[in-house]
């Protein structure tokens, strides 16, 4: 009786290694290809500076935009004239609407006009609109990136559009299984309760310990 219900267990504890497994297996292969992407960026990004790594290289340019006759009425307005008016798929990240006040010149005080401006960002380039209220021009500047750059703006989700970030959340959702899977797998296999603790507080205490020193 104790055999057989040995037995038992040792063929539930195979079942649940295998199932363990598979599924650590299968969300590794799923997130492998964005998880190097992220590696390389994330690498670059965080030893920019140190290292000198010329990974981003911005190019801008500046001009102006002429002012249709039916002009927006807000800032709103405005941004969505500026989406039609390039042509960009999603609406601007940022939409700035300073009201006119008062301003000292010398000893006097001038009227300055209202200021609208409306930011776009794309993976390959940013685009910033501004217009002051009443003039006939819209100032326009655009900053294009190199390969690196637009590799580090999809690491930080820069611009890109919703099925990128549920993409990208998929990932985050797959290493968090991976990691609990990974613990699981390694308790089943080594049963160490001691050498588990040790690892997870001694990575714990290091992550506590590196926050506080950086603040």
Do not use: C
Not at 50 to 62: F, G, R
Not at 186 to 204: D, F, I, Q, Y
């Amino acid at each position: 009786m104790a055999a057989a219900s040995t037995t038992s267990a040792h063929v539930s504890r195979a079942k649940v290694l295998r199932w363990l497994r598979r599924v650590h297996g299968w969300l590794g292969l799923w997130g492998a290809v964005l998880g190097l992407l992220f590696g390389v960026t994330g690498f670059l990004l965080n030893h920019r500076a140190v290292m000198k790594i010329p990974a981003l290289k911005m190019e801008q340019s500046q001009f102006e935009v002429a002012m249709p006759a039916n002009a927006p009425k807000n800032a709103q307005e405005f941004a969505h004239l500026m989406q039609r008016e390039f042509e960009l798929k999603q609406p601007a990240y940022k939409v700035h609407d300073e009201p006119s006040r008062p301003v000292a010149w010398g000893d006097k005080k001038l009227a300055q006009p209202a200021q609208w401006k409306a930011e776009f960002h794309l993976p390959h380039y940013s685009l910033s609109a501004e217009y002051w209220v009443g003039n006939q021009f819209v100032s326009v500047k655009r900053q294009d990136v190199n390969a690196w750059g637009f590799l580090m703006r999809m690491h930080k989700g820069t611009g890109m559009n919703a099925g990128w970030i549920l993409l990208v959340d998929s990932l985050a959702g797959a290493m968090l299984v991976l990691s609990i899977t990974g613990v699981l797998l390694w308790t089943k296999m080594r049963g160490s309760r001691l050498a588990l603790a040790g690892l997870v507080g001694t990575s714990l205490g290091l992550t506590v310990l590196f926050t506080l020193q950086s603040l």
